[in-house]
């Protein structure tokens, strides 16, 4: 999908709120002291600029140039800064390290034989006691292709993100099936969530 072409809309085309994963990081990991979080293919920035809001101090990135733009528009409409870049998430690695790592509906853009590389590097840049927060879409056999699937999309499988935190701890995972209407069309996606913490 070429999100440009959305995103190029005065309307946002995920909405401004924060999606319920990015809301659970203030119960798993409060700002009580100064934390920094990084929101991985950000969109239009709905979740960076709502960490922001609430103390994080937050960079952001996406391979769309309209989308950043659109974040850091929120993030002057809210009255917060966040660090807004443009990067591809297939090439860009991290390079200093953050206490917040979170990403939803972005990593199926990861084709499999990039996932451990990425992940690690991803792993590798977490404070100590930071955590992961993170939503892949999953392959179900009895689910059908979204109407607006992409050939660049690799659906993940079940349990696959778990794994790369078998030495992390699980705070939460789950595996849910939603109903979805971002083609126009009603379909279904199943999707695997989870915060994981770097306790060493």
Known sequence: MNYDVHYKQDAYYWGKQP?????????????????????????????????????????????????????????????VEIE???ADLLTYRLDKSYDVIFSTGSLHYIPPDLRGEIIQNYKTHTNHNGIHVMSVFVDKPFIPAAPDAE?????????????????????FCTEDIFDCNSSGIPHQHAVNRIIARRTA
Do not use: Q
């Open 19 to 79: 999606s319920a994963l990015a809301i659970k990081i203030l119960e798993v990991h409060p700002p009580v002291s100064p934390m920094t979080a990084i929101d991985i293919a950000c969109g239009e920035g709905r979740n960076a600029v709502f960490l922001a809001r609430n103390g994080y101090r937050v960079a952001a990135f996406d391979i769309s140039e309209e989308g950043v733009r659109k974040a850091r528009l929120l993030a002057r409409e809210v009255g």
């Open 84 to 86: 807004a870049f443009v």
């Open 151 to 171: 050939a660049t999309a690799h659906l993940w499988r079940s349990g696959e993100l778990f794994g790369h935190y078998h030495d992390w701890k699980i705070e």
